[in-house]
């Protein structure tokens, strides 16, 4: 134990109860992009939800913003230990998004512009777990942080928060994205360790 007595025994911990295991606390907001960053005009930008029947939603920008938008206080957890915490966002939650959308499938793919991949269980993406977030600390969201918008997904590790997100595709089994593919845990869970696989 530090010098700080942080009223945990037994463990090694930072003190911070905000901060999953092994996870430091950055104040910066690191770049992390496999690849060239994709440039997407509002304009050109769509977001869809494909279901296992071929059903398919789509949005434009200009639908997208018209949805009810939310504000987003949360912390997020990178893989590579660095978590930042109280960021704020805006954008429209999930649960808006798959309101009209019928299926029977408990899987997704995120597909990014770029053809970067991510697998997420539906029930980590609804009951007011996961927003497409399109601003940053009250900023439109950088590009290089996934702008026009990007899935927020903050209590999975932050490879599941996919950016420059075009859409989810609902899947009948746990396919592994490009993280997952790769090494990283099917599942993510930054207060598991579900770091590597
Ligand atoms: N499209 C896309 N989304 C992505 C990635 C990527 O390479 N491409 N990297 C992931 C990883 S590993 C992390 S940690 C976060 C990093 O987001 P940031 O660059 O905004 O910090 O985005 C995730 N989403
Ligand atoms: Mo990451």
Redesign the pocket.
């Known amino acids: 134990m530090g010098i700080i007595s942080s009223g945990f025994h037994g463990k090694r911990r930072t003190g911070n109860p905000a901060l999953p295991p092994g996870q430091y606390e950055t104040a910066s907001?690191?770049?992390?992009?496999?690849g060239p960053a994709p440039y997407i005009a509002n304009a050109d930008w769509e977001f869809f939800i494909r279901t296992e029947t071929g059903q398919r939603r789509a949005w434009s920008w200009e639908e997208f913003l018209a949805l009810p938008q939310v504000d987003i206080q949360t912390d997020i957890h990178?893989?590579?230990s660095w978590s930042k915490l109280g960021t704020s966002w805006r954008g429209v939650s999930l649960d808006t998004l798959f309101e009209d959308v019928e299926t029977t499938s408990e899987f997704t793919t995120a597909h990014?512009y770029?053809g970067?991949t991510t697998n997420v269980p539906l029930q980590d993406l609804l009951d007011g777990q996961a927003w497409v977030a399109w601003e940053f600390g009250g900023e439109p969201l950088e590009r290089?942080?996934?702008g026009p918008a990007r899935l927020l997904v903050p209590h999975l590790y932050?490879?599941k928060?996919?950016?420059?997100i075009n859409g989810i595709e609902l899947m009948p089994h746990d396919v592994a994205g490009f993280?997952e593919s790769n090494g990283y845990h099917i599942n993510g869970d930054p207060w598991r360790e579900e770091r590597y696989s």
């Open positions: 907001f690191p770049v992390l992009t496999a990178c893989v590579t990014s770029g970067y290089a942080h996934g932050f490879w928060s996919a950016k420059w993280w």
